[in-house]
C-alpha cells in the first residue's frame, strides 16, 4: 500500500461572475481611453465607429473561442484546442506563439503602471513601482484565485466608478455647453472629414484593447461547469468591454470632437481635467494605476495557467511549468517564472515592449477559427452534426477580419513575432527529435 498522497490538481472554485470580472481585468476597460487620443486623431474624432467595429469583428473570434471551451474545458485555451483538432506539432506552435503574448503582456502592464506613477512621483525610482506591482499580484496569484478574485472585485469596481464619473462629468459637459440636444450627435461615428481608411486603420487599433476576452479560457480547469459558464463568461467579456469601449469613446468624442489634440497621447488627461478639474484628475490618474494593477493579475494567472498546461505535458520542463503548490494548489513556479520576466521591464520603454504581445494574439484568434471549422469537420466524419453557421461561416469571417488586422501590425512586431516563431519550430525539432514523433500527449485529461 502505498503511503504517497495524490498529485494536487487545480481546485474548481469560479462561478460566471468570477469569469467576467477576470476577463474584464485582463481586458482593462479604463484602456479606452489610455489610448483614446490615438485612435480619435487617426480617425479623425470617429473613435466610437472604431471600437464599433472593432467589437463587431472580435465577437466572431468570441463565439469560435467559446465553441472549443465547450469542447475542451481544460486549461491551455488556444494552445490545447489546436492540440486536440488539428494535431500536437502546430499545437505547440500556436502555444509557443501565445507564450509571447502570455508571458510579455504582465511585463508590459506593469511598466506602463510604473510609467504613471513615475510621472507623479519623479522621486522615486521606475524599478521601485514595478517591483510593487511585480511583488503585490504575484503574492495574490500564488495564494490563489479565491483571494484575487476578491482582490480584482475590490480593484474592478473602483475602475468602473471612475468610468461611470467620467461619462457622467462628460454629459453633464456637453449639457452645459450644447443642451440636452448635444448628448445626440452620429459625429463620434462620422468624425470630422473622416475617411474608411482612417476609421479602418483605427478600428484595427482599437481591436487591441480586445486582447485578453479570451484569457478566461486558461482557467477552465478551475471553472464550476466549465462547459456551459465558460462560453457563456468570453461572450459577456467581449460584449461588456467591448459596450464600454464605444460607450465612454462616445462621450469623450462629445466632450472633445474631432482628432485633434495638444498631446494625442495624453488627450484623456486633458478631457478629464477640462470635465472634473484637477481633483478629478487626480483620481482619474489613480483609476489609471489601479487599472495596470488588476489587468496584471489576471494576465499572470492566466499565463502561468497556460505555462503549467504546457508543463503537464512535457512541452516544456514538467518539473517547473507543471508542478502545482501542495498548499495552495496553484502553478506557483510558472507564476514566479512570469514574475521574473516582468523585471525586464526596468530596462525597457513602453513603445518597445508592446511591440511583443500582438503577433502571438492574432495568431491564436486565427487558428482558434480554423479549430473550430476542423473539429466540425471531424464531428460531421463520426455522424454528429452542429450548426454549420456557428461552426463554419463564424470561423471564416474570424479569421478573415485577424488576418487583416495582423498585416496592420507595426513591422517590428511582425519581425519579432516571426523570429519567436522560428525558435519555436526549433524547440519543436529538438522535442521530436527531428520532427520524427509527436510532442508529449497530456499527462492529466480532465475532459
Given at each position: 500500500m502505498s503511503n504517497s498522497s495524490p498529485a494536487p490538481t487545480l481546485a474548481r472554485t469560479l462561478k460566471l461572475p468570477s469569469l467576467v470580472l477576470f476577463g474584464l481585468a485582463y481586458l482593462t476597460p479604463l484602456i479606452v481611453l489610455g489610448i483614446f487620443g490615438v485612435i480619435a486623431s487617426q480617425t479623425g474624432g470617429a473613435s466610437a465607429s472604431a471600437y464599433l467595429i472593432a467589437l463587431i469583428a472580435m465577437l466572431f473570434t468570441a463565439s469560435s473561442y467559446g465553441r472549443m471551451a465547450k469542447a475542451y474545458p481544460v486549461a491551455g485555451s488556444a494552445y490545447t484546442y489546436v492540440r486536440r483538432t488539428i494535431g500536437g506539432r502546430i499545437g505547440f506552435l500556436v502555444g509557443w506563439s501565445v507564450i509571447l503574448d502570455?508571458?510579455?503582456?504582465?511585463?508590459?502592464?506593469?511598466?506602463?503602471?510604473?510609467?504613471?506613477?513615475?510621472a507623479q512621483f519623479p522621486g522615486v525610482p521606475m524599478p521601485v513601482w514595478i517591483l510593487g506591482f511585480i511583488v503585490i499580484t504575484s503574492v495574490l496569484n500564488v495564494i490563489g484565485l479565491k483571494v484575487a478574485d476578491r482582490a480584482n472585485l475590490i480593484l474592478m469596481s473602483f475602475q468602473i466608478l471612475v468610468i461611470v464619473i467620467f461619462v457622467a462629468l462628460s454629459i453633464a459637459s456637453v449639457v452645459n455647453t450644447n443642451g440636452p440636444s448635444g448628448l445626440f450627435s452620429a459625429e463620434p461615428f462620422t468624425g470630422i472629414n473622416a475617411g474608411f481608411a482612417g476609421i479602418a486603420g483605427g478600428a484595427a487599433v482599437?481591436?487591441?484593447?480586445?486582447?485578453?476576452?479570451?484569457?478566461?479560457?486558461?482557467?477552465?480547469e478551475e471553472t464550476i461547469e466549465p462547459r456551459r459558464t465558460v462560453p457563456k463568461a468570453i461572450m459577456l467579456v467581449a460584449l461588456i468591454g467591448g459596450g464600454i469601449f464605444v460607450i465612454v469613446a462616445y462621450v469623450a468624442q462629445l466632450v472633445h470632437p474631432g482628432g485633434t489634440f495638444t498631446d494625442s497621447d495624453t488627450a484623456a488627461f486633458q478631457i478629464a481635467t477640462k470635465i472634473g478639474g484637477n481633483l478629478f484628475g487626480a483620481v482619474f490618474l489613480a483609476a489609471l494605476v489601479v487599472a495596470q494593477f488588476t489587468s496584471g493579475l489576471a494576465a499572470q494567472a492566466s499565463g502561468s495557467r497556460l505555462l503549467?498546461?504546457?508543463?503537464?505535458?512535457g512541452v516544456?520542463?514538467?518539473?517547473?511549468?507543471?508542478?502545482?503548490?501542495?498548499?495552495?494548489?496553484?502553478?506557483?513556479?510558472?507564476?514566479?517564472?512570469?514574475a521574473i520576466v516582468g523585471l525586464i521591464a526596468m530596462f525597457m520603454d513602453v513603445s518597445t515592449s508592446t511591440s511583443f504581445i500582438n503577433f502571438?494574439?492574432?495568431?491564436?484568434?486565427?487558428?482558434?477559427?480554423?479549430?473550430?471549422?476542423v473539429y466540425w469537420f471531424k464531428q460531421r466524419r463520426e455522424g454528429i452534426t452542429h450548426n454549420p453557421l456557428v461552426y463554419v461561416v463564424v470561423p471564416i469571417i474570424g479569421m478573415i477580419v485577424i488576418a487583416y488586422l495582423l498585416t496592420q501590425l507595426d513591422v517590428h512586431a511582425i519581425t519579432l513575432g516571426a523570429i519567436w516563431f522560428v525558435l519555436g519550430v526549433v524547440v519543436l525539432g529538438i522535442t521530436t527529435r527531428g520532427f520524427r514523433r509527436q510532442p508529449p500527449e497530456l499527462s492529466v485529461d480532465n475532459v
Open positions: 502570455y508571458m510579455f503582456l504582465p511585463m508590459v502592464i506593469w511598466l506602463i503602471g510604473g510609467s504613471y506613477l513615475q482599437a481591436a487591441y484593447s480586445f486582447l485578453g476576452f479570451d484569457a478566461v479560457t486558461t482557467l477552465t503549467y498546461a504546457m508543463g503537464r505535458d516544456l520542463p514538467k518539473r517547473i511549468f507543471g508542478a502545482l503548490s501542495p498548499r495552495f494548489r496553484t502553478p506557483m513556479l510558472s507564476i514566479l517564472v512570469i502571438g494574439a492574432f495568431v491564436a484568434f486565427i487558428m482558434v477559427n480554423l479549430s473550430v471549422i
